[in-house]
Structure formats: C-alpha cells, structure tokens
C-alpha cells in the first residue's frame, strides 16, 4: 500500500506492507482521507535524521472499517468513521487530574502507520475512546474535522466554560484565524459565547466576518483565545484582555520567548492558561456538533491528493489555504 514517510526532510510516498489484525482486538480502516495539522508542519519542519523514523504524520482521518475484532460499542465493517490518534489511561495522576494530554499512555498511543496512507491499524482503546460514526450528509473532508475541533472545544472548556449552559453574558477574542481560529470562533459560538476573531491578514479577517465574526478594537475581551503561532500575537492578547481576565493559550510559536509580563500579569490578576490537546469527550461532544451541523465546518479545506502531499505542506507553510485535507 502508499503510505507518506519523511526520508532526509522531505516527504517521499513509499510502498509498504498492508497492516494485519492478526487476531488482535482493533480494527484495520481504510483511508478516505486526512486532514493536515499545523503539528504535522511543526514535525516537518524540526524533524532531524536520527528522530525521523519516529514521526507519525497524519491524525485527522476519516475511513471505512475494513475489518473489525472488538466487544465495545456497535461498530462493524463498512462504517464510516472519523477518529483521534491518542487516549489516555484514565488511572494516573495526570489523568486525575485531568491533564489527560500529560498521560504517559497518551503520549505514546498512536495510530499506524500514520494518517497519511492507505490503511491504518487501530486498537481496541481507540475503538472505544476515539473513533466515531459520522453522518452521510457530511463530506468527508468534514467528518476529519472531528479531531481539530475537539482540541478547541478543550479550550473553551479549559476557560471555563460549559455546553449546554447560557455563556451569553461572556465575551471571547480569538487571535489567529487559521483553520484553529475559525474552528475556535464556531466552537465558541456552539457553546453561546459572544465571540470576535482577528487576525493581521485582511484576507483570513473578511473569511471570518463572512462567517458571522467580526472584530471590535475599542471593546475588551472576558476570555482571549491565542490560535496564532507568533510571540507578537502575546502582546495583542494582553492588550484586549480586560483585567482578571484569561489568556487561553492554544499554540506553539517559533522563536519561544515569553511576552507575558510578569507585572502585568500579576498587578491585573490575569490567567493564563494553556490548552494542547483533546480528552475523549472532547471527541465525544465534536462528533455531535458536527453529524447534528451545529458548527458547520463548510469552506475551511482545500483537498489534494496523496501524491500531490507536498504541495499541501508548502501551501500550509505559505499561507495559501486554510486547511489542507488529503484524499487518499
């Protein structure tokens, strides 16, 4: 089968062997396609000769189970499926604690060979805290927006907020409007906050006023999202958070020097909070937002093809598109 490998820095579509079951609980999928990540960009872009045979590239799938040996929950071959590629063990002290993207099982579960070939293998921990049905009437390159949302919707718990609760009352900025900024700004709106989104870009600001969202630069913002990998976005966040405010920090930036002030952090009473990746219930609520279209996910990707793999990657890394999702 094609499967995407990372040889010497670059991405290379190799041929190698089909995964197998071999009697083992889990389930072998058959990629329809995957969705390209901004950390998939990150471990292109960092990647070294020694570290590269551990990259897995490749999360946000959608597929067709081919073949399935599971007792948990009513799936069977033939379903259509979107999933996430890590769980934890629910038994840590991390997990107690509800860090559960800190678990050591977490970290190291995975998905294989990775997203971005023909098959992937699954075992019986994903089936039962990852993998959902989704709906018909979703397009694919939808449905394998499941897992990217479900990291927001972590965020906007991390802040404090509940779904199904009246949030109205609170306001929230989200700085960067990139695939994340505009999945944040829909989750957010799911979740009944008042929301506004900016971004340095006049083309991916006007996207998201088509979107509903706008931006105010004389109002302050209960709850800033940080969705933009650039240190100057800190100084932003700062200046449009109200006092005792919070920072939801939600990216990775490249030169990774703080701009938070300690002073200002400390005289204002501000929180700063980070968020990096799902829970299953994160996995949970985005299959339901998204099968029952309470955020609609339509105009964010641009599809390509398996070969054509490392054209997205340059795309992504030039700003061109929003989201690049992989038909396999």
């Known amino acids: 089968m094609k499967c995407a490998k990372l040889i010497n820095g670059k991405i290379k579509i190799i041929e190698t062997e089909k995964p197998a079951l071999n009697n083992e609980k889990g389930a072998i999928?058959?990629?329809?396609?995957?969705?390209?990540?901004?950390?998939?960009?990150?471990?292109?872009?960092?990647?070294?000769?020694?570290?590269?045979?551990?990259?897995?590239?490749?999360?946000?799938?959608?597929?067709?189970?081919?073949?399935i040996n599971t007792d948990i929950r009513n799936f069977k071959k033939g379903d259509i499926v979107a999933l996430g590629h890590h769980y934890p063990c629910f038994k840590c002290e991390k997990c107690k604690n509800q860090s559960y993207s800190m678990c050591k099982t977490f970290k190291n579960s995975n998905i294989f060979p990775c997203g971005f070939s023909e098959f992937i293998k699954i075992n019986e921990n994903h089936l039962k805290y990852t993998v959902y049905k989704m709906s018909d009437s979703l397009k694919d390159e939808q449905k394998a927006l499941l897992e990217p949302l479900s990291c927001t919707l972590r965020a906007i718990r991390r802040a404090g907020f509940e779904y199904n609760k009246d949030n109205s009352k609170f306001n929230s900025l989200v700085i960067g409007l990139g695939s994340i900024g505009l999945l944040m700004l829909k989750g957010l709106k799911a979740f009944?906050?008042?929301?506004?989104?900016?971004?340095?870009?006049?083309?991916?600001?006007?996207?998201?006023?088509?979107?509903?969202?706008?931006?105010?630069?004389?109002?302050?913002?209960?709850?800033?999202?940080?969705?933009?990998?650039?240190?100057?976005?800190?100084?932003?966040?700062?200046?449009?958070?109200?006092?005792g405010g919070k920072i939801i920090v939600f990216s990775s930036v490249e030169d990774d020097i703080s701009g938070f002030s300690n002073n200002e952090i400390y005289y204002r009473e501000l929180s700063i909070i980070s968020s990096y990746s799902p829970e299953p219930k994160d996995l949970e609520l985005s299959a339901q937002l998204l099968n029952n279209k309470i955020v609609k996910v339509d105009n964010i990707t641009t599809i390509y093809t398996l070969d054509n793999l490392s054209k997205a990657i340059d795309d992504s890394f030039n700003n061109k598109i929003f989201k690049a999702y992989i038909k396999i």
């Open 29 to 67: 999928i058959k990629v329809l396609g995957c969705g390209l990540c901004g950390s998939d960009l990150v471990k292109i872009k960092h990647a070294e000769s020694q570290n590269e045979d551990k990259i897995v590239l490749g999360h946000e799938v959608v597929g067709i189970i081919e073949e």
């Open 192 to 243: 009944r906050v008042e929301a506004f989104g900016f971004d340095i870009s006049k083309e991916r600001a006007e996207f998201a006023l088509k979107e509903g969202f706008s931006f105010d630069e004389n109002k302050k913002y209960d709850v800033v999202f940080l969705t933009a990998g650039s240190s100057k976005a800190i100084k932003t966040a700062l200046e449009k958070v109200i006092d």
